[in-house]
């Protein structure tokens, strides 16, 4: 791919609201636990990594949906306030996505979304390949990711949360990312580029299921991870489209995830480039 000077990412994704509440320890099946205040937070895992690639400084346009209601506005506008593209995001009649989110003392979280809007995504009249790379997730609809693949020019595909998808779509992706439970359901032998994202213990870049590169995670006392594997997402697109070297990519996608720990919520931590530069150039 010809490295362009200025790239220009879309995210074809997921709008939610997250629900948030935390809690001492996370249920079991059939158990009742008292948590904290409610939360009503940004989220939808499209909609943080535009957030998030924005911040780190690429031209970012958002492809999605919302509801016609009180709360797709709101959400619309918080893109647009994180320096987000959002005239191709549409509003539909179903209401928009919600996502039920509960978070532990350690950081750890469960979460169920209800998809709502997220299901009537429909890229059909966006012109998706005047965009250097696009980055999309499995919150829509399984026939959009398809198309995102036939039309994409270059397809960062981030298969969460964990879904079959079909091997000939996963096959015209540059670069597939996936956490250790969504790593599972892939074939590693039969993809070009997959990159493993592994928590606290960092990120493993595949070349054809062969072990091609590693990164540590940043020292970080996390907070709240949710999201986290939103921002290493959009770090990696970025640093794609602007041509990064794999490995380079991988150090800079894991140390800008670990930074997402740091505050509550999903984008309370989105770091800048210059942060994330400046924390690799302490750790090495
Ligand atoms: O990846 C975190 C996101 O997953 C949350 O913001 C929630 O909306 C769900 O989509």
Redesign the pocket.
Known sequence: MAVPLDPHLAVVG?I?A?LVVRVARLPGPGETVVGGDLARLA???GA?QAAAAARLGVRTAMVGAVGDDETGSWLVGELSSAGVDVSRVARCARPTGT?L?TVDDRGENV?V?APGANGDVNPSNVALEDFDVVLAQL?IPPAVVDEVSRRARALVLNVAPSARVDPITLGRCAVVIANEIEVASLDLASLAHCVVTLGARGAVHYRYGREVARAPALPVEPVDT??A??VFCAAYATQYACGVEAREALRFATAAGSLATRAPG?RGALPTRTEVEAWLARAS
Do not use: R
């Open positions: 997921s939610n997250d989220g939808g895992k943080n996502a989110i979460i979304v919150e949710v999201g594997g939103d999903a």
